[in-house]
Structure formats: C-alpha cells, structure tokens
C-alpha cells in the first residue's frame, strides 16, 4: 500500500496522539454513539483489526486505548432507512415459548433504502395474539455500516454466510449487501418456513440481487436468524424479480411462482431449491381493470384447508398498485380455483403520499389460526398491518 495513501495519514496522525489525548477524543466518541450501537466497542476492535492487517501493523505497539480511537474512524454511521421503507414479509419466530394462549411471536422482514439508494433487509420482531393484537419488540439505535460480522466468500458464484453479532436480538440486525452481485441493494426479500421432507423446517427467502445494472434472484437459508446463508439461484427463471416459494415440496418438486414476462404471474418447478431453468407454467394473468399493467405474486402461498391462498398486486391507472388474492388447488397448484375481482387492500388518502405513491405491498402474509396477518408497506415509506379472516377471503373470490 502507498506509503501516502489516506489511510496510512489516517492512521499516522492518530498513532501521533498522545496517549491522554487519544483517550480524550475515545471518551468523546463513546459518548456520542455507545448508547445507539450494540456492542460499538467490539466494531471498532473488530474494524482496527482490519485495518492492520492491511497496512501489516504491530497491533501490541497500539495501545488498547489507540487501537480502538483507530476503529471508530474507519467507521460511521449509515440511515439504512432515510429514503424508504417498504415489501415486509413475515413468518412464525424460532421461539414461541412462554406465549399466552392463541399468541405466536413473528419475525418480520422490510426493505430499507438508504443513501446512495442501496437496499437492505431490516427485520423486527413481535407477538401477535387473538383478534390481530399485535405488538412488535423495541428496536435500538441505527445499524453501523462496515463489513457484516463474521462474514465468509465461499467462491465468486458460490454462497456467501454472514453471521449476526453474538448477543444482539434479530430486531437489530440489518442484512446489507456484501457481494459484487448485491452491490447495490438486496430486494424484497419474501420469507417462508419450509418444512423438508424429513420433517425438518429452515427459513427461506428469495430476494432480487441488484448490482447497479443487472439483476439475479438470489435465496436466503437460515434456520434460527442468526447464521445466514446467501446463494445465487441458477436457471432461466433466476434472471426475473419476485420469486416466491411454496412451503413444501408438491408432487415431489420445488414449486415457486414467478412472473417471466413481467406482466402475468406463472407456477414453476424444479428438482433442487437452487436450479429454476423452466419457463414456468402460465398461472394468472391481469382479467380487470386494477391489474390490467401487470400482475405479480405478494409472497409465498399460504396453505389453508381450502388450498392454496396466494396473495397478488395488480397495477392499474396511474400506476395505483392494489393487493388481491386467488385460491390454487392444494394437489395441482397450477389449477385456479378463484380470484378476487376488487382488490382487497389499496391505498386510502391517508396512505397515498409517499417515496412512491398510490402503492400497497406485500411480500408475505401470516396465517394465524382463521386469520391471514398481513404487514403492507405503504407508499414505500412506512409498514401498515392489516387481517383478513380467510372465510372471508374466500367469499370474495369468483
């Protein structure tokens, strides 16, 4: 590295400090930013770590004092949500013990856009319980952008692990983009717990990779939210956004809906989780006026007596998108058993203004008990919740 790079000055004029000084200037920042970061010390140990490695730095002739001084400047804060916030799916917590009766603890996801445009997964968690009461757990200051803890390549086309900061609850976690293929954002991402052959169940997200000029569905593996597993998908379908999987095989395949023409949504199937090379089967495509531009799914079918309920949006004019729903045989997915001809959510006036107006979204809704508990973002600048009781859902199909 050049002998006058900035971070060698950097550096240098913090290691010319005198050791009180150099505690003064620590003191002023820990009390700045302590209390809005989990475990802000270890980040910056952690990032001077880094930092010396790089510049091949005796790290035992820093003091314990300097070393971290050195850390938090190689550090700042990032407003991961100061643009927009919007697309939450959502899906059943790892832990559901010590609940009340008919209560079921929810880990949700939401896009949040930050400066620069640059999209992450943020999530909360919460407790739902009779009659959609609901309450989400509080959540501490803004993430620290750097390097995701712990974080391991596992080739340039292969998988990416990323690991949560021992001791910080999901609530605080933000999953930013650390591939060339992500480099400008990970997308709406749609959750779903799986449930294997064997019984087993992990958490599975699909989720658009965006790299400032292409795009690629990619496919989050977790199974307790705090080890996460980030692989391309591979195929003909993988190159098209808004992929969203079944909760279990059918009929011995992987089935996912998709929309590969950009306007009609379509069944798609496949023999492993990472390979969709089929073009997919024609499924629904926009029948009234409120989706006549395009249709697209709102997360992963949600499996009820009944069937199948999917969750759509359909665009109409004035680029007014509206939530919707249909009913896909339990058996054979790709037979149709009804559709809603009227939206069942769309922006109310209180809701119409925003980073992008006159927009409803989902990416996945909660079945709890009789009841979907459905979190939409609204005019991607804020999350709203709604229930609907399944019935009821189901009598407003045609």
């Not at 009180?20 to 980040?43: C, M, N, P, T, Y």
């Not at 004035?318 to 009227?342: E, I, N, Q």
């Amino acid at each position: 590295m050049s002998e006058t790079s900035r971070t060698v000055l950097l550096v240098r004029d913090i290691l010319r400090l005198d050791e009180d000084e150099a505690g003064l200037e620590l003191d002023a920042v820990w009390k700045d930013f302590s209390e809005r970061h989990w475990q802000i010390g270890r980040i910056f140990d952690d990032r001077f770590a880094e930092i010396a490695e790089d510049l091949e730095l005796d790290e035992t002739a820093v003091s314990p004092v300097k070393r971290r001084l050195i850390g938090a400047y190689f550090c700042h804060e990032y407003s991961y949500a100061a643009a927009a916030l919007m697309n939450p799916s959502i899906v059943p917590h790892p832990d559901q013990s010590g609940l009340g009766h008919r209560q079921q603890r929810f880990v949700m996801s939401m896009r949040a856009v930050g400066e620069g445009h640059i999209s992450s997964v943020a999530f909360r968690e919460g407790i739902i319980g009779p009659d959609g009461d609901f309450r989400l757990w509080p959540q501490s200051g803004p993430a620290m952008a750097g390097v995701p803890d712990d974080r391991h390549d596992l080739g340039p086309e292969g998988a990416t692990m990323v690991h949560r900061q021992p001791g910080s609850p999901i609530s605080n976690s933000v999953l930013f983009p650390v591939t060339e293929a992500q480099r400008n954002g990970l997308e709406d991402l749609r959750l779903v717990q799986f449930t294997h052959d064997d019984d087993s169940r992990e958490y599975l997200g699909t989720y658009t990779a965006y790299s400032g000029h292409s795009i690629r569905s990619e496919l989050l593996r977790t199974k307790d939210f705090a080890s996460f597993c980030l692989e391309p998908l591979s195929g003909r379908a993988a190159r098209n956004k808004g992929m969203a999987l079944f909760p279990r095989k059918i009929g011995g395949r992987f089935l996912m809906i998709g929309r590969q023409d950009g306007k009609n949504v379509t069944l798609l199937s496949s023999d492993t989780l990472t390979d969709w090379d089929s073009e997919g089967t024609p499924l629904l495509g926009p029948a009234f006026p409120w989706e006549f531009v395009q249709m697209g799914n709102c997360g992963s079918p949600i499996e009820c007596d009944e069937g199948w309920i999917l969750l759509t949006h359909g665009v109409g004019a004035m680029r007014k998108y509206s939530l919707g729903a249909a009913l896909l045989d339990r058996d054979d997915p790709s037979r149709v058993l009804g559709r809603t001809a009227c939206p069942i959510l769309s922006a109310a006036e209180s809701d119409r203004e925003g980073y992008v107006p006159n927009v409803v979204y989902t990416c996945g809704a909660l079945k709890v008990g009789g009841e979907l508990f459905i979190p939409y973002g609204i005019s991607d600048s804020a999350i709203g919740f709604a229930t609907a009781t399944i019935p009821d859902l189901l009598r407003l199909m045609v």
